[in-house]
């Protein structure tokens, strides 16, 4: 019995200083364990930080797009993408890709030959720009973040 005291005693003590240590450091363990178990703050008025999640992609490949200028392919446009999305929305956008490719040929097809005219070159960000904004109209608002361009290269 004794024995049982002494170690319910000495188990107090180091989570006392594991609580006092984690304190003395500046961290609130009690905020700790309410963010991850989902409650409201531990101070009253203390403002909720939402819990963000990493970002996750759906591969999307590459995209090639045929610059047609005079009836004739005069370019060839490679893009490799990837499409940031939020992580419960990866399966809808991952199903829908088909229409994606679709949408984004031919809207590549009309807008290349125009932005890379007189020796211009491919400007990355307004591209991932356009394609978002395309992705909004075939898909919804809300399923992509951003559309990344992580190579590209005119043949």
Sequence with gaps: MVRLIFIVIAFLLVMGGLVGGLYFWGIDPLEKFNVL????????????????????????????????????????????????????????????????????????????????????RLDPPTVSQRLLKLTEKTIGAGFVKAVLIDQSSIK
């Excluded at 005079?70 to 088909?98: C, G, S």
């Design 37 to 120: 178990i989902g409650n409201a703050p531990s101070v009253p008025g203390a403002e909720v930080k939402p819990i963000v999640s990493p970002p996750s992609y759906v591969e999307y490949g590459l995209l090639s797009v045929p610059v047609i200028e005079e009836h004739e392919v005069r370019k060839q446009v490679e893009m490799i993408l990837r499409l940031e999305v939020p992580f419960e929305k990866r399966e809808i956008v991952a199903q829908n890709i088909p229409r994606l490719q679709s949408a984004y040929l031919q809207d590549m097809m009309e807008y290349l030959p125009i932005h890379l005219r007189n020796g211009r």
